[in-house]
Each structure stands twice: as structure tokens, then as C-alpha cells.
């Protein structure tokens, strides 16, 4: 481990703590999973001047329950197990007093449906009804609302369900020394990240990259890997940062992949680091719409931390950041011969998920889903051996040094 984290130990308690539960309000009482997931297939919306009507069709009942965030304004309408089978521009487009909507799995056991509003409105009808055919029938009506009612509605709820990560970290043998890598594939479940002209989601591009790095890693032997999630499910970003430290991960690797749809022409890879100070201004733009992914998902996100936090943290975030610096370097070095790199491949940006004050970490942008050239490698199958290969070099330099003065790390049977 490196030394950095004997100073953490003593604030591990007050960085952690600092989230609220958010305000919401109550439609029906929260879901519970059912045996087998049922199977949505179609949602449509209408709409007349005052009210807008979300109508989703299921495979069989479920039970439901909505309830209203601001700051974006939205609806949430949380449900179990679902498995949604819908067409993929589904949600995208405005419609009357939604924006846009999104869906996926929220934790184990339950999914999400978090609709944008384009203006305050509050829920007048939820239900579930049974069709004489044994399907059923979703309806949830939004009646406009000015903003004092809206608000009224969000602080008069009962308090949002807490979700948990996807992961739960194994305990390791004590004599197993090896580094332990934490793989980070970003967005997930309802939170698909961004979408490319092909219609593939970025939380599908990036998991399916993280899995094969993972692969590769432990084939190696030299390392033990956890991945921050298992499959497609939402997972926030603290809860991310909090997996890869209960697992005393030595090296935290967030994977993602943007889009800028008004510039096709950009690509390439890009690595950040933390930094309360942008490099520029793309990097801090983009800092802060990765930084809304809880929202996405349908979270309250409270940023207040303590003082006493805040000052035991310096005193080890500069040593820690000197060795994300020093990995960035080294892994565009690496990668260079191999993957396509962006006009400033090292940049750094205040992330949410590059926070952890004990373990160096890094945001690694593949390549752009706006850009034709980098979705083509991004799903080709060679092209991912030999970036994962690299990335893997780039670890092993990255670790040379340290296992050069400590000696070899015993590896358990």
C-alpha cells in the first residue's frame, strides 16, 4: 500500500459521511422485488394543455411509487425488478411536460424511470391496472404546477428509499500483498451516459472495456482487481469512490466515453486527474456533467463536508495527486503507439469520482461516441485486446518502482 494511507485512516469516517437523504413524494408505498422481473414493452405519453399522461405497458402488474426532485426538476417513478424492452429512441424526444426519460435497473432487485420535466408539475394519478389479457398498464399523470406548489410537494414527502452499490468487496487473505486495482466503468443501469449516432450506450461501451481490462489483469496474476460494478445497474459516484477504499484499492481507473455531437471531428483518448482547478474549460464542462450522474440516476446529492474533514484531507491529497500525475503520465506514454490520442491527452478537473484522498486515480476518457472513427474501435474486439494490453503495460511501469524497493508481493495459494 502506499504510505499515504496510513494518514487517511483517521478521517475515512468524516470524508464518508456528508450525504443527505433527498425529500420525495409519495404515490404508492415502495416496491418490493418480485420473483421473476416483469417485461415492459411499450411507453407512450399524451398530452392536452394542463396535464401530460406517461403510460407504460407491462407484462404483468407491478407495484409502483413516484415521487419529485428539484434541482433538476423531475419524477421519479421507482419499481422492481423490470426488465425494459423498449425501442431504443424511447424517452428521448420532448413531449408536453416531459423533457425527456430515462429507465434501467436502480440497485438489485429494482429499477428506475426518472423523467425530466420541461416545467414544474406535480403527480395527480398513479396507478397499475391488470388488462383482461394478464398484461398491465402503468399510467402516471403530471398536472402543471407553479413553483412554490412544486416545491411544496418535494419538502412535504417522505424521504427517498437509500440504494447500495452493486459490488460487495470480498475480504482478502492478509498474505496476499499483491496491488489491488480498482476498475471504475462509468454510468450504468437508468444513468446510460452518452449515446452515439449507432445507438450504443456509453455504459455498455465502457463496461464491456473495464470487463476485458479486468481479464486481463488477473491473468497476469500480479494483481487483484474489483470493478465497481458488476453488470448494467446505477451505481453513484460516492458509493463508487467508498467501494474502490473498502477494497484498500492502490490504483482507482474510472473508464469512460464522451460525445460532442456539434463536433464529429473530435476524438481520441484523454486521461484526467483531480484537481479543484480545470485545466480549461472543456475539462471543467465536462467535469461538471459527469458530476450529474447521481441525478441522472435519480439522486439528491448533498456536497457539504466538513472543516476538520477538509483540512486532514490536504495534508495527504497532495502526495496522492503527485502519484495520479505520475500514472497519467506514464499511461499516455504507453498508450500512444495504440490508441489515438486527443489534441491534450492530460488534462485535470474537479471529478467526483477522482475525490479519494488515499488512493491515486485517474479518469480515462477512450474516445469520443460523437466520433464515427473512435465507435468503430471502441466495439472492435482487436482493437480493445490491444488497448487493454497497453493500459496494462502502463500499470505494471507504473508499479515497477515500488515493487523494485519493497520486493515481491507473497501471493496467496
Not at 407484462?59 to 422492481?80: G, H, Q, Y
Not at 471504475?184 to 449507432?198: L, Q, R
Not at 460532442?260 to 486527474?273: D, E, F, K, N, Q
Request: aromatic share 6%; glycine share 6%.
Amino acid at each position: 500500500m502506499f504510505p499515504v494511507r496510513f494518514l487517511c485512516v483517521c478521517v475515512s469516517i468524516l470524508y464518508l459521511a456528508g450525504s443527505a437523504p433527498s425529500r420525495a413524494s409519495t404515490a404508492n408505498p415502495p416496491p418490493a422485488a418480485d420473483a421473476a422481473a416483469a417485461v415492459a414493452i411499450a411507453a407512450d405519453i399524451t398530452n392536452d394543455e394542463r396535464k401530460t399522461q406517461l403510460r407504460v405497458t407491462l407484462s404483468r402488474p407491478v407495484t409502483a411509487r413516484a415521487f419529485l426532485m428539484e434541482r433538476p426538476d423531475r419524477v421519479i417513478i421507482d419499481l422492481p425488478d423490470v426488465n425494459f424492452q423498449l425501442p431504443p429512441e424511447t424517452g428521448r424526444k420532448r413531449s408536453g411536460l416531459i423533457s425527456s426519460f430515462r429507465y434501467g435497473v436502480f440497485a438489485p432487485g429494482r429499477s428506475r424511470m426518472v423523467l425530466d420535466l420541461a416545467q414544474p408539475a406535480v403527480v395527480a394519478q398513479l396507478d397499475v391496472a391488470s388488462d383482461a389479457d394478464g398484461a398491465a398498464q402503468l399510467v402516471l399523470e403530471l398536472v402543471r404546477a407553479d413553483r412554490q406548489g412544486f416545491r411544496t410537494a418535494v419538502e412535504a414527502a417522505e424521504p427517498e428509499p437509500e440504494t447500495t452499490g452493486s459490488v460487495a468487496v470480498r475480504p482478502q487473505s492478509r498474505a496476499d500483498q499483491r496491488p489491488v486495482i480498482a476498475i471504475d466503468p462509468g454510468h450504468g443501469g437508468v444513468d446510460p451516459g452518452a449515446i452515439a449516432t449507432t445507438g450504443a450506450y456509453e455504459k455498455d461501451v465502457v463496461f464491456g472495456f473495464a470487463d476485458r481490462l479486468r481479464r486481463r489483469l488477473e491473468a497476469s496474476g500480479r494483481y487483484r482487481v474489483v470493478l465497481t460494478r458488476d453488470g448494467d445497474i446505477f451505481v453513484p459516484l460516492d458509493e463508487r469512490v467508498r467501494l474502490a477504499r473498502a477494497a484498500k484499492a492502490d490504483l482507482f481507473i474510472s473508464i469512460h466515453a464522451d460525445s460532442i455531437s456539434a463536433a464529429p471531428h473530435v476524438r481520441g483518448l484523454t486521461v484526467y486527474t483531480g484537481s479543484e482547478q480545470a485545466s480549461d474549460k472543456e475539462s471543467q464542462r465536462l467535469a461538471e456533467r459527469e458530476n450529474t450522474a447521481d441525478a441522472a440516476g435519480g439522486l439528491h446529492r448533498d456536497d457539504s463536508r466538513g472543516e476538520v474533514a477538509d483540512i486532514l484531507q490536504d495534508l495527504i491529497l497532495r502526495e496522492t495527486r503527485s502519484f495520479s500525475q505520475r500514472f497519467a503520465r506514464r499511461l499516455v506514454g504507453t498508450v500512444d503507439p495504440v490508441m489515438a490520442l486527443s489534441k491534450k491527452p492530460q488534462r485535470q478537473a474537479a471529478f467526483r469520482v477522482l475525490r479519494a484522498p488515499d488512493i491515486p486515480s485517474v479518469l480515462v476518457e477512450l474516445g469520443y461516441l460523437s466520433s464515427k472513427k473512435d465507435i468503430d474501435l471502441l466495439l472492435s474486439d482487436s482493437w480493445r485486446d490491444r488497448s487493454t494490453a497497453a493500459i496494462a503495460v502502463a500499470i505494471d511501469r507504473f508499479f515497477a518502482t515500488r515493487l523494485a524497493v519493497q520486493g515481491p508481493a507473497p501471493v496467496s495459494p
